[in-house]
């Protein structure tokens, strides 16, 4: 996890990021280059399980193209990153919004290709950009939960199974959860700040879609504190 020091646990200089801020943009690089793999463990979740309910169609967006909007969004967006959000959790938290602004995007142009293939439809913009692209919710009581989810919860091998699979019929929300905190290993707080809900909401959702997980076949493992 990225720390709030001059030096994060995966290196993260503070002085490399004020660089990156200041318009160095292989400052600013270096500055996510230790998140990459993970964001890039997400994005593969999030293409697959598109494809699995129709969402997307197979090949429409590769994981890079994806990959590639998100670090695009962070640059333009990065003085605008929320105090307190390390990067990480910033870059997964853009991740979704980007997506799921695509999958909008991609439902729309279907919608409008069914009404007339020949009429001349003005397209949509991939983003609509207002100020709620950019507001991250700061949960009130994010200091009187601790991270701890005393439930027992499935194995890593099953959540990463269970992400992409239609048969987990859970709040996209919940699925994120899981593909944050279990999958991912980011903080409970941080995935309710990323998601735009309570921190007790994001235990109870966590909850249930693991208790979902386990039901389908999940192999049980102790549950413990996030990071």
Not at 102 to 122: F, G, M, N, T, Y
Not at 153 to 178: D, F, I, K, M, Y
Request: charged share 30%; no cysteine.
């Amino acid at each position: 996890m990225i720390g709030a020091s001059s030096m994060g646990n995966h290196g993260y200089d503070d002085d490399v990021w004020e660089r990156a801020l200041a318009g160095d943009k292989g400052a600013f690089q270096e500055s996510i280059a230790g998140a990459l793999d993970d964001l890039r463990i997400a994005a593969e979740h999030e293409l697959t399980y598109a494809v699995n309910v129709g969402d997307l169609e197979e090949g429409y967006l590769s994981t890079d193209e994806l990959i590639g909007e998100v670090i695009d969004r962070a640059w333009k967006s990065r003085k605008r990153k929320p105090e307190g959000l390390d990067r990480r959790a910033w870059l997964h938290g853009l991740l979704f919004r980007v997506f799921d602004a695509i999958v909008r995007k991609r439902w729309q142009d279907r919608a409008h290709e069914s009404v007339s293939l020949e009429a001349r439809v003005p397209k949509p913009s991939l983003y609509d950009d207002d100020e709620s692209f950019y507001e991250w919710y700061q949960p009130d009581d994010v200091t009187r939960w601790e991270d701890v989810i005393a439930d027992r919860s499935p194995s890593p091998e099953a959540v990463a199974v269970a992400l992409e699979s239609r048969a987990l019929s859970v709040p996209a929300a919940a699925r994120r959860l899981l593909l944050l905190h279990d999958r991912l290993d980011v903080s409970l707080a941080s995935s309710a700040r990323i998601l735009n809900i309570y921190v007790h909401e994001a235990r109870g959702m966590l909850a249930d879609a693991r208790k979902q997980v386990l039901e389908l076949g999940g192999t049980k493992t102790d549950g413990g504190r996030g990071k």
